[in-house]
């Protein structure tokens, strides 16, 4: 949703990356970096810190290959990123580089597969019910990171722990806020599928007419879900009480449960 083709300028969220310094871990500088994202729903902020080798392989290397070349043109020509080495002036050329990449997502021009790349490598926290595809990482990056030590284990149930509401279990959570969505789904429809009926039968429709305008209401709402639930790319399983991937067996299950459990047959 960060990058929707549909929104306007005005309507993109504001995208800011910065560098708060550095510091030696075992002979190896690493940046603390400072991320931000402000949107219509509220703001998320977070810290990272990264070597440059690695800010270099995973951050510049796949937007200098991905992002066409007049849009790099116009937002890295007087930003570029560092040189290799590390000589004086290293993390203020990082800090601007970082800087004109988060106007150039601001401004809507980082497609999503790219934008996925850019958060995942500044370490952006993932929600709860996000599904971690366990060949995602390399052992590279699980010996740097400590993925599978107490504390990293800790770290991220205390991450989780912030994101739901104290005394509620995320499974319960997560089950609920797919209960809401349905609900949301179901509502518009029956408001929407009203609405336009009504302004027919203003205009003398009857019968037929009006019962092809609620079908056509209800695919167009289907085929608003299937791009809402694409984009998240993972569902809540009541049987397996878990979120799992969304692929197309479980994508026409969960259009026939909505239809079926959220009233749609009703108001038909």
């Known amino acids: 949703e960060l990058c929707c083709q549909s929104c306007s300028p005005d309507q993109y969220p504001r995208v800011q990356f910065s560098v708060d310094g550095h510091s030696e871990v075992n002979g190896h500088t690493h940046y603390r970096l400072t991320c931000r994202i402000d949107g219509g729903q509220g703001w998320l902020a ?45 993390t203020q050329r990082l800090h601007k580089w970082l800087a004109s990449l988060g106007e150039c997502i601001s401004a809507g021009l ?30 590279r990056h699980a010996a ?57 039968q203003c205009r003398g429709a009857t019968g037929l007419s009006l019962l092809k305008e ?7 709402n289907l085929g608003d879900h299937r791009v809402r639930m694409d984009a998240r790319g993972v569902a809540w399983d009541k049987d397996e009480q878990r979120s799992v991937p969304l692929n197309a067996d479980k994508r026409k299950q969960l259009e026939l449960d909505l239809i079926r459990s959220a009233g749609i047959e009703e108001a038909l």
């Open 46 to 90: 977070w810290e990272s810190s990264k070597r440059l080798v690695h800010l270099r392989e995973e951050l510049y290397q796949p937007v200098l290959s991905n992002l066409p070349r007049d849009h790099y043109s116009a937002f890295f020509d007087h930003t570029p990123f560092c040189r290799r080495g590390a000589p004086r002036g290293t």
């Open 214 to 220: 609620v079908i056509c209401c209800l695919v167009e």
């Open 110 to 139: 980082v497609e999503p597969v790219l934008l996925v790349t850019i958060l995942s490598c500044l370490g952006a926290p993932r929600l709860p019910y996000a599904v971690v595809d366990p060949h995602q990482h390399s052992p």
């Open 144 to 200: 740097e990171e400590g993925d599978s030590s107490p504390a990293s284990a800790a770290s991220s149930s205390e991450a989780v722990s912030e994101i739901v509401p104290h005394g509620i279990q995320p499974q319960t959570f997560e089950a609920r806020i797919q209960d809401l969505y349905y609900e949301e789904l179901y509502r518009r429809f029956e408001y929407e599928s009203a609405e336009r009926c009504f302004s027919l």
